[in-house]
């Protein structure tokens, strides 16, 4: 780590993070990692995790997106110390509200000689960049209105003819920045565009706003996607037109799909922080998988609570190389959850997933039979519904490793001896089944898989007897009945 680096890491500079979306969709769940990674850093230093939405693209924002970002943040278990709903000494928190700031300080560089106003339309553009094209060299404005005596511009202004405000960016100058994760990057002003800085209809662009705010907000570290790397020197030149500190920059790779083969996006399937709630994955179970994406605790525990994250996280250990979202990983996790959940939270987990016609007086007979099963929240139907559904019987299961007239002996005598029964328990009904089982002589292997194919018309299920005590006498019963028929087909 270079001394410069180490010196910003040191200082006592109270250490402020923030998350910065646009409401122009649901939140990415590689956002609402990035959410985690700056939370949590600016908490184990005792700082603030400021939340600041990026409003000002007004074409493509969804009415109702700044709610849902807020709200899914809250469904994770996070929250923010500044921001909207609650404010702080940094407001207003949505860009589109903080306009003015924006001009104030773009005519400050204006005033500097480090921007410039630029009219050209985009009937030139077009034919610049087309040019630049054919030519075979990066398209780049040319600084056409750099030209423009200072008079012929309040000309112009006069008339009302629209213009937008560029920065000039200087020519032949090393543009340096200290990356926490990657250390020293080097990038030669000679391919910085001239960006524009504020646009024709008032509004920011996002290099001035991310700069303009986050320098007024005091944020002491810039953590965000791997992808803004190629953005960062526009924002270093900012920084340096403004006479203003660096943050710490810190850009974190990107998460690649399930296959390894590419950046994780909408196109190749739904990757909504709110999706992965509403595919039954519990908040803090993802919020422990984000965290070992690229990252491991230094006992390489895999299974970390939001505390312990917290006390031990820190962003130059994440590894620079792009890592593969393994949903595997993140099943097993969320097993791991639902098993160490209470019952009591487990059913209040469950009750957006469960079934119309789920029997809820039945719930704390049949949830600890499934628990250990339960992957995702959303599975409790699959693994339940022959508790309160009509099951389907397959007769090639019923009579394998046997014949027809076996099981139809097999079938009967087991349905005579639970007609007996008055004691309706797993106990009781284990020994009864054991002992007509070993009297008999039967296959172990053979009686058992016939008798919970015929109960529950599946091969696999939560442990049979428990199983068919919470069935009931009369359903059980009846669907012994109904594989006799099926088997003397």
Same mark, same amino acid.
């Given at each position: 780590?270079?001394?410069?680096?180490? &010196?910003?890491?040191?200082?006592? /500079?109270?250490?402020?993070?923030?998350?910065?979306?646009?409401?122009?969709?649901?939140?990415?769940?590689?956002?609402?990692?990035?959410?985690?990674?700056?939370?949590?850093?600016?908490?184990?230093?005792?700082?603030?995790?400021?939340?600041?939405?990026?409003?000002?693209?007004?074409?493509?924002?969804?009415?109702?997106?700044?709610?849902?970002? #807020?709200?899914?943040? +809250?469904?994770?278990?996070?929250? !923010?110390?500044?921001?909207?709903?609650?404010?702080?000494?940094?407001?207003?928190?949505?860009?589109? &509200?903080?306009?003015?700031?924006?001009?104030?300080?773009?005519?400050?560089?204006?005033?500097?000689?480090?921007?410039?106003?630029?009219?050209?339309?985009?009937?030139?553009?077009?034919?610049?960049?087309?040019?630049?094209?054919?030519?075979?060299?990066?398209?780049?404005?040319?600084?056409?209105?750099?030209?423009?005596?200072?008079?012929?511009? =309040?000309?112009?202004?006069? &008339?009302?003819?629209?213009?937008?405000?560029?920065?000039?960016?200087?020519?032949?100058? $090393?543009?340096?920045?200290?990356?926490?994760?990657?250390?020293?990057?080097?990038?030669?002003?000679?391919?910085?565009?001239?960006?524009?800085?504020?646009?024709?209809?008032? *509004?920011?662009?996002?290099?001035?706003?991310?700069?303009?705010?986050? +320098?007024?907000?005091?944020?002491?570290?810039?953590?965000?996607?791997?992808?803004?790397?190629?953005?960062?020197?526009?924002?270093?030149?900012?920084?340096?037109?403004?006479?203003?500190?660096?943050?710490?920059?810190?850009?974190?790779?990107? *998460?690649? @799909?399930? @296959?390894?083969?590419?950046?994780?996006?909408?196109? /190749?399937?739904?990757?909504?922080?709110?999706?992965?709630?509403?595919?039954?994955?519990?908040?803090?179970?993802?919020?422990?998988?984000?965290?070992?994406?690229? !990252?491991?605790?230094?006992?390489?525990?895999?299974?970390?609570?939001?505390?312990?994250?917290?006390?031990?996280?820190?962003?130059?250990?994440?590894? =620079?190389?792009?890592?593969?979202?393994?949903?595997?990983?993140?099943?097993?996790?969320?097993?791991?959850?639902?098993?160490?959940?209470?019952?009591?939270?487990?059913?209040?987990?469950?009750? @957006?997933?469960?079934?119309?016609?789920?029997?809820?007086?039945?719930?704390?007979?049949?949830?600890?039979?499934? $628990?250990?099963?339960?992957?995702?929240?959303?599975?409790?139907?699959?693994?339940?519904?022959?508790?309160?559904?009509?099951?389907?019987?397959?007769?090639?299961?019923?009579? /394998?490793?046997?014949?027809?007239?076996?099981?139809?002996?097999?079938?009967?005598?087991?349905?005579? /001896?639970?007609?007996?029964?008055?004691?309706?328990?797993?106990?009781?009904?284990?020994?009864?089944?054991?002992?007509?089982?070993?009297?008999?002589? !039967?296959?172990?292997? &053979?009686?058992?898989?016939?008798?919970?194919?015929?109960?529950?018309?599946?091969?696999?299920?939560?442990?049979?007897?428990?199983? #068919?005590?919470?069935?009931?006498?009369?359903?059980?019963?009846?669907?012994?009945?109904?594989?006799?028929?099926?088997?003397?087909?």
């Amino acid at each position: 780590m270079s001394q410069q680096l180490t &010196q910003n890491m040191s200082s006592k /500079k109270t250490i402020r993070t923030r998350m910065a979306p646009s409401p122009t969709g649901e939140m990415h769940v590689g956002s609402m990692a990035m959410v985690l990674k700056n939370y949590a850093f600016a908490k184990k230093h005792d700082g603030q995790f400021i939340l600041r939405v990026e409003d000002t693209d007004k074409e493509r924002e969804i009415p109702g997106c700044i709610d849902q970002i #807020m709200q899914v943040i +809250h469904k994770y278990g996070l929250e !923010w110390d500044e921001g909207p709903g609650k404010g702080g000494p940094f407001k207003p928190y949505l860009q589109s &509200q903080r306009l003015e700031i924006y001009k104030t300080h773009v005519q400050e560089l204006i005033e500097k000689g480090r921007a410039y106003h630029c009219f050209c339309s985009k009937e030139r553009l077009e034919d610049l960049r087309d040019e630049q094209r054919q030519q075979k060299i990066p398209p780049k404005y040319d600084r056409h209105c750099t030209k423009l005596p200072q008079a012929e511009v =309040k000309q112009k202004m006069a &008339q009302g003819k629209p213009y937008v405000i560029r920065l000039r960016v200087p020519d032949h100058q $090393k543009i340096i920045f200290n990356d926490l994760i990657r250390g020293e990057i080097i990038v030669e002003s000679r391919i910085i565009d001239d960006q524009i800085l504020l646009k024709s209809d008032g *509004f920011p662009t996002y290099h001035l706003a991310v700069v303009v705010d986050d +320098h007024l907000m005091k944020i002491s570290h810039v953590m965000r996607g791997e992808e803004w790397i190629s953005s960062t020197p526009k924002h270093v030149l900012l920084y340096q037109a403004f006479g203003w500190e660096l943050p710490v920059f810190a850009h974190i790779p990107i *998460f690649l @799909n399930p @296959n390894g083969k590419g950046k994780m996006s909408k196109r /190749k399937g739904t990757v909504s922080a709110q999706s992965f709630l509403d595919k039954g994955y519990l908040p803090q179970a993802l919020l422990n998988f984000f965290m070992i994406l690229g !990252w491991a605790s230094t006992d390489q525990r895999e299974i970390l609570s939001l505390a312990e994250y917290i006390q031990e996280f820190d962003p130059k250990n994440l590894s =620079k190389n792009s890592v593969v979202f393994d949903t595997k990983k993140l099943d097993w996790i969320n097993g791991v959850y639902i098993r160490k959940m209470k019952k009591t939270d487990l059913k209040k987990q469950l009750q @957006n997933f469960l079934p119309a016609d789920f029997p809820h007086h039945q719930i704390d007979e049949i949830l600890p039979l499934v $628990k250990e099963r339960l992957i995702r929240l959303t599975d409790i139907e699959d693994l339940t519904s022959f508790f309160y559904r009509p099951v389907e019987l397959d007769k090639a299961l019923l009579i /394998k490793r046997g014949d027809q007239v076996l099981a139809s002996q097999q079938l009967t005598e087991i349905n005579r /001896k639970l007609g007996k029964i008055k004691e309706w328990s797993a106990p009781h009904l284990e020994k009864v089944i054991r002992k007509l089982q070993t009297e008999t002589g !039967w296959h172990k292997k &053979q009686f058992f898989m016939m008798l919970r194919v015929a109960v529950t018309g599946l091969t696999a299920t939560p442990p049979l007897f428990e199983t #068919m005590a919470v069935l009931g006498k009369k359903r059980v019963q009846e669907r012994l009945e109904q594989a006799l028929v099926l088997v003397k087909k």
